[in-house]
């Protein structure tokens, strides 16, 4: 089968750093997406990983291991504007599935 | 660059009355389409997607059907609209050669 499992809400505060997990379970694995998305909005893309390891762009890295079927998003230095559902997305031949999001309040 | 467009913005139709959402993608040829359903807190579900003219692909059966009738033009129609038809409708291309979707502003509709 096909799932995704990620954290439902989570907190943290302004200038700190917050790690969203997310770990899968599925077949035919072609990477493994991450995406923002605000309030009434589209998603936006952010990362993607096909090969284990990080990949940094900015404030935002993500990580991948796909023999533990596991992934993160780490965001640095948060800014209020981070506020928003973030989206773990797997593809996998022409499936793409995506996670529920982990919804992120950023206090300041 | 590449534009993905997606009408009208919002919509409220009574149960029963007929649905058509468009979405037109600039920029590109022979993009892969998708079409995207989010009801209110929860995730995206894909409903159908697209490899080329008139080739769909429906990934949950229910009351819609979707139509390419041209290469950069996806179309999600309905006969008759359910209550649980409500939601936030999503159309989303990627190129053949990457796996990276982009989404359109998307259609938010409400069935009263």
């Known amino acids: 089968g096909q799932n995704i499992d990620q954290p439902t809400e989570m907190t943290a505060t302004e200038g700190a750093i917050v790690q969203i997990n997310c770990t899968y379970q599925t077949s035919g694995f072609n990477g493994l997406f991450w995406y923002q998305q605000h309030a009434g909005e589209a998603p936006t893309f952010l990362s993607y990983?096909?090969?284990?390891g990080l990949e940094e762009k900015g404030r935002f890295s993500s990580f991948l291991s796909r023999s533990k079927g596991y992934s993160y998003l780490l965001l640095k230095e948060l800014q209020m504007k981070d506020s928003a559902s973030y989206l773990c997305v797997y593809t996998g031949g022409f499936k793409t599935i995506f996670g529920a999001g982990t919804r992120l309040f950023v206090k300041a | 660059s590449q534009t993905i467009h997606q009408w009208p913005a919002t919509l409220v139709q009574p149960v029963g009355s007929p649905l058509s959402l468009e979405c037109t993608v600039e920029?590109?040829?022979?993009?892969?389409l998708y079409w995207y359903r989010q009801a209110a807190g929860r995730g995206l579900q894909l409903l159908f997607y697209?490899?080329?003219?008139?080739?769909i692909s429906s990934e949950v059966p229910q009351n819609l059907s979707a139509s390419r009738p041209q290469d950069r033009q996806f179309i999600l129609s309905s006969k008759k609209l359910l209550l649980s038809d409500s939601g936030f409708y999503l159309c989303a291309w990627r190129a053949g050669s990457s796996y990276e979707q982009y989404f359109g502003p998307g259609t938010r509709l409400t069935v009263t």
């Open positions: 697209s490899v080329g003219i008139g080739q």
């Open positions: 990983n096909v090969l284990d």
């Open positions: 920029g590109t040829s022979n993009p892969n």
